[in-house]
């Protein structure tokens, strides 16, 4: 199976912070990389996919990077509505599909 | 706009069957790739499988022995039974589209509201 590491797990951040949240792949997955944003009692919702292409609708505050093992989620300036946690997930080695262990972003 | 929307039981006991069924709407399940995924309470999310329109399935292989998704094109719905469940099978449930011709790379849009599904006697 491929494991995605997220770091950091958590995270405190104030509103119009700059935000970069790190999933790590245990070996190569390409560009396959997704991120999602979930509130709680919400269901996951996609923000990127194919590693760095915005989903329609998503504010472009949101962007996303990396290939191979390495991928970053960043977010320009936080807006209150961003607090949440975030998760990453892999589809290059199927099955399993996986997912990050999530990371929740805090207000400071 | 494509709707997902689980239900079925809230409730099974140790080593009973978990059944649960997905409507679709907006979209016709004879095209593309049906997922289940689940999250324990607290936790986080967790693939179990899916199902293609031409009823091939690929699953968790952590579940592949407890687990059957299928379709029911007559009702754009899909549905996943996972047998001789235990306390570990609590969770919320959810359905998924990915909206790719193949799995490969793909992710999942949209989501279900998910279904909490407690296993306890």
């Known amino acids: 199976d491929i494991q995605m590491t997220q770091s950091p797990s958590s995270l405190s951040a104030s509103v119009g912070d700059r935000v970069t949240i790190t999933c790590r792949a245990s070996?190569?997955?390409?560009?396959?990389l997704n991120w999602y944003q979930q509130k709680p009692g919400k269901a996951p919702k996609v923000l990127i996919y194919?590693?760095?292409t915005l989903q329609s609708g998503v504010p472009s505050r949101f962007s996303g990077s990396g290939s191979g093992t390495d991928f970053t989620l960043t977010i320009s300036s936080l807006q209150p509505e961003d607090f949440a946690t975030y998760y990453c997930?892999?589809?290059?080695?199927?099955?399993?599909?996986?997912f990050g262990q999530g990371t929740r972003l805090e207000i400071k | 706009q494509v709707l997902l929307q689980e239900s079925g039981p809230g409730l099974v006991k140790p080593s009973e069957t978990l059944s649960l069924t997905c409507s679709i709407s907006?979209?016709?399940?004879?095209?593309?790739?049906w997922n289940w995924i689940r999250q324990p309470p607290g936790k986080g999310l967790e693939w179990i499988g899916y199902v293609h329109y031409t009823g091939t399935t690929t699953y968790n292989p952590s579940l592949k022995s407890q687990v059957t998704i299928s379709l029911e094109p007559s009702k754009n719905q899909l549905s996943l039974k996972l047998n001789s469940v235990t306390a570990a099978d609590t969770a919320v449930y959810y359905c998924?589209?990915?909206?790719?011709?193949?799995?490969?790379?793909?992710?999942?849009?949209?989501w279900g509201q998910g279904i909490q599904v407690i296993v306890s006697s």
């Open positions: 998924a589209r990915a909206p790719r011709i193949t799995m490969l790379g793909s992710w999942f849009d949209p």
């Open positions: 194919a590693a760095s």
């Open positions: 997930q892999q589809s290059y080695k199927i099955p399993p599909i996986t």
């Open positions: 907006g979209a016709s399940i004879s095209s593309d790739y």
């Open positions: 070996q190569s997955i390409g560009t396959y």
